[in-house]
């Protein structure tokens, strides 16, 4: 579709949003606006990949849906 993949997650995302607001039992943890601050060079796989997340991003990302979970359970 000639987008880039960031384009294309942005929409994905408005349609689980979009969704799951007219649902009550879904929660939704927004791991992109919880990545915002951090630059993905720091977080994904150097070039030429530059996409899929390293052990420093998996390990970030962990941490964000523990805490998530964590506060959802309790």
């Given amino acids: 579709n ?3 993949i960031n384009h294309n997650i942005h929409n994905y995302n408005q349609i689980i949003r ?5 649902k009550k ?3 939704i943890l927004d791991i992109n606006k919880k990545l915002k601050k951090i630059s993905p060079k ?3 796989l150097p070039y ?3 996409v899929h ?6 390990k970030i ?3 964000i849906m523990f ?3 964590k506060k959802i359970i309790q």
């Fill in 48 to 50: 030429p990949d530059e």
């Fill in 18 to 22: 979009s969704f799951s607001n007219k």
């Fill in 25 to 27: 039992n879904i929660i």
């Fill in 61 to 63: 990302y962990s941490d």
């Fill in 42 to 44: 720091k977080i994904c």
């Fill in 53 to 58: 997340i390293n052990y420093k991003g998996a």
């Fill in 2 to 4: 000639k987008k880039t």
């Fill in 67 to 69: 805490k998530t979970i």
